[in-house]
């Protein structure tokens, strides 16, 4: 059963970076589609970023984080990691890690292909 553990969320100022780390466990990483999601409440869950593990060219960001964030994976530590950049007022959500087996043919950034997700962690900008 894969599981999966955040970490490096916090309070930030307008501008500013965070990382935010997911650790998995529990099958093979590299079969995996890792995607970063955001909710906050009252709202449906968004889909931030994700990327195939198992091969290149499966990398994709939501609009509103195009070209502030960048998805990346480490094999050796089975880690997935959030680089966040140029944070804004608007990006204050919990983010949730999730693990959807394989290619996620058109579902990259869809939460319902995804089977498995951490806990979260807050990520608040203060403007």
């Known amino acids: 059963q894969v599981q999966l553990l955040e970490s490096g969320g916090g309070s930030v100022q307008d501008g500013g970076s965070l990382r935010l780390s997911c650790t998995f466990s529990g099958d093979t990483y590299a079969r995996y589609t890792m995607g970063w999601f955001r909710q906050v409440p009252g709202k449906e869950r968004e889909g931030v970023a994700s990327?195939?593990?198992?091969?290149?060219?499966?990398?994709f960001y939501s609009d509103s984080v195009k070209g502030r964030f960048t998805i990346s994976g480490d094999s050796a530590k089975k880690t997935t990691y959030l680089q966040m950049n140029d944070l804004k007022s608007e990006d204050t959500a919990m983010y949730y890690c999730?693990?959807?087996?394989?290619?996620?043919?058109?579902?990259?950034?869809?939460?319902?292909?995804?089977?498995?997700w951490g806990q979260g962690t807050q990520v608040t900008v203060l403007a």
């Open positions: 999730a693990a959807g087996w394989g290619i996620l043919w058109g579902g990259y950034l869809t939460p319902r292909y995804y089977d498995s």
């Open positions: 990327t195939y593990i198992g091969g290149d060219g499966y990398t």
